[in-house]
């Protein structure tokens, strides 16, 4: 199965259904045409044995009525009438003989012409008006005669109706049959079509599922695992693709990761000497140095501190997004709470009022959650410190439907014109001297949010505060 | 109980070596300092071997103060060295290094290091923390032999 590719699963599908369906249609069609055959055949042979058992009872009335109207009227021209239409019973007495015991057909001949003989020679009698016997014995031999006739006719017609009937079951039993097949053949076709596409589906299903599962774990910065891959299929090519792309990353994140090491090394040390040499002509050679040179060496050291400063935050970044993103349950509310307290404690003299929504729990990882509340309500805290009445609220509400949860402050906020630039990195919209900094724990806190699966976006407008809110789905 | 032995001082970058020179001197810290400038020579130096053969093996530093990248052998290398011989098996090597990776991090204790300090870039956070370092393990510790 996984050697085809997605258009031949599919097309097997179709064949399948295809193939089910002629095969239903033609067991049905022939089973059908058995029980057909057996109808007809019914018709053919038995309906002629009814048609004719009826004809026998009729002619047999007929013959005892025109005997009897015959001696009424006393008229030996309708005997002669009553005659030809006992040579009609006979004959079809015999004609009855391809599928009537012959034994009975026999008796019932002879019962027949006793009894026309006896109402014969009675009829005759009263007719011609002659002596002999007393008629009302003949006339007593007769009815006996009559009934004895009557009653072999009857035999033969109720041995057709029972074949007649026999047949007829026989033939609805057939059609029974015929349907239960009809429908266990189609219910077998459905369950071949059922499990073929099963198959396929399952297949289909449980690659689009791996390329899936390889993407999440992708994106969360794990490449040690690559997607199962295995046959030749569309989606197949997909995970390989998928794969190479994910190999490419790896080796990309390998280079920023040795890039990074390298700033790391590399770039602090001649800032160190920087700001050690600057400092030992500030300690060694300050009271020969005009105030002046002492300024400036005195910039050189803060600029070296600064920019030791901004490699530390960029090799922070870029740790964060190398480490592995392990998402549990974290209760932000806690985390902010305490994030709070340090504030207050690293900064005794500030009055700010700082309320914490409590419960706010999601589904994150917990430490770089830590990352995110204490870079946003460190700029809350940072830029509240002009604000003697400096208010910092931490909760969470429903904003187009998702559960966002926002950061919001009363200090120095920004011109939203510039909203774009909040979040780049080394981006400003303050100096320095109004506040420190140096432009990359927005940067840092993008990122994060963005590994979550999550969105960030600020409001404000300048000097009446400003909210960060955040999802993280 | 000043602990007087020389202290030994992995270095190739003659700033950094100077700075930290100058931290020492600052400091009131009086032991003797040896520098070396690469990892080979570091080896050579504490085993006596090479250059250093004529030197008596059995005089170790009080403290190694080991930078990570160097040439020749890198700090984890020599650090490797000094953990599998069993005449420096025990002697307290301190990782001073720009790195603040967290693989050179894991690296140096699992080899064995006693400490792993990050020279900031910071002249008095660089001097103070020389300054405590000295103290801690040049007058407070207590080593082997």
């Known amino acids: 199965m996984s050697h085809l590719n997605l258009r031949q699963k599919l097309m097997a599908i179709v064949c399948t259904v295809v193939l089910a369906f002629t095969i239903a249609t033609i067991l049905g069609w022939y089973f059908d045409s058995e029980v057909q055959m057996q109808l007809k055949n019914v018709r053919h042979h038995y309906i002629p044995i009814i048609e004719l058992g009826y004809r026998l009872d009729s002619e047999f009335s007929a013959i005892a009525l025109g005997l009897r109207d015959a001696a009424a009227a006393q008229d030996p021209a309708a005997l002669e009438a009553v005659s030809q239409t006992k040579d009609k019973l006979i004959a ?29 020679e009675t009829s005759g009698r009263i007719i011609s008006s002659e002596a002999g016997t007393p008629l009302v014995d003949t006339m007593m031999q007769m009815q006996a005669k009559r009934i004895a006739a009557q009653a072999l006719l ?58 899936g599962a390889g993407l999440e774990r992708f994106g969360a910065g794990d490449f040690k695992v690559p997607i199962p891959v295995r046959g030749r299929d569309e989606l197949s090519v997909l995970g390989r693709k998928v794969n190479l792309m994910a190999e490419r990353l790896q080796g990309l994140m390998k280079e920023i990761e040795s890039f990074s090491y390298s700033v790391a090394h590399d770039l602090r040390a001649p800032l160190r000497s920087v ?98 509340l204490s870079n946003l309500l460190g700029n809350a805290w940072k830029f509240t410190k002009k604000n003697g009445n400096a208010q910092i609220q931490f909760g969470r509400k429903q904003i187009e439907g998702h559960p966002t949860i926002f950061i919001r402050d009363n200090g120095a906020g920004f011109d939203m014109r510039y909203a774009d630039k909040l979040f780049g990195t080394f981006q400003r919209l303050h100096t320095v001297n109004e506040f420190e900094g140096h432009g990359i724990g ?32 | 109980m000043t602990n ?7 270095e ?14 600052k400091s009131r810290i009086k032991n003797e300092i040896t520098v070396v400038r690469d990892g080979e020579e570091a080896v050579d130096f504490l085993f006596a071997s090479g250059k250093y053969s004529k030197r008596n093996a059995a005089d170790l530093p009080e403290v190694v103060l080991l930078d990570l990248k160097i040439p020749k052998l890198n700090g984890h290398q020599v650090l490797e060295r000094i953990r599998a011989n069993p005449a420096t098996k025990t002697l307290p090597v301190i990782v001073l290094t720009s790195s603040n990776e967290e693989v050179d991090l894991m690296k140096s204790y699992e080899n064995g290091a006693n ?20 103290l801690y393990w040049l007058v407070l510790n207590q080593s082997i032999t």
């Open chain 1, 275 to 372: 700001a050690g040499f600057s400092t030992v002509l500030i300690e060694d050679h300050g009271p020969s140095l005009n105030e002046d040179a002492r300024s400036s060496l005195n910039r050189i050291v803060a600029a070296a501190q600064r920019m030791g400063q901004m490699v530390d935050g960029l090799l922070s970044l870029s740790r964060l997004n190398r480490t592995a993103l392990v998402k549990q349950s974290v209760n932000l509310s806690h985390v902010a709470a305490r994030i709070a307290e340090e504030l207050k404690t690293n900064d005794p003299d500030r009055q700010v009022k700082v309320e914490v929504a409590p419960e706010i729990i999601a589904s994150a990882d917990p430490k770089l959650m830590e990352v995110v």
């Open chain 2, 12 to 25: 190739d970058n003659a700033d950094d070596e100077a700075l930290t020179l100058r931290a020492f001197k």
């Open chain 1, 442 to 473: 927005l940067a840092t806190v993008r990122s994060i949010i963005g590994r979550h699966g999550g969105k960030i976006w600020a409001e404000s407008e300048p000097e009446k505060g400003a909210t960060f809110y955040f999802t993280l789905d």
């Open chain 2, 115 to 134: 400490s792993y300090i990050v020279k900031p870039v910071d002249t008095n956070q660089f001097i103070s923390c020389i300054e405590q370092l000295g």
């Open chain 2, 4 to 10: 007087n032995r020389f202290v030994l001082l992995v």
């Open chain 1, 154 to 211: 009857k035999k033969i017609t109720a041995f057709d109706r029972e074949r007649l009937t026999k047949a007829f079951a026989e033939s609805v039993a057939a059609q029974k049959y015929s349907t239960n097949i009809s429908l266990v053949i189609n219910l077998l076709c459905l369950l071949f079509v059922g499990l073929v596409a099963g198959v396929i589906w399952r297949d289909l299903v449980a690659k689009i599922g791996a390329i």
């Open chain 1, 92 to 120: 079809d007495l015999d004609q009855s003989r391809d599928f009537v015991d012959p034994q009975l057909i026999a008796d019932a001949k002879a019962a027949v012409d006793d009894y026309f003989k006896i109402a014969q």
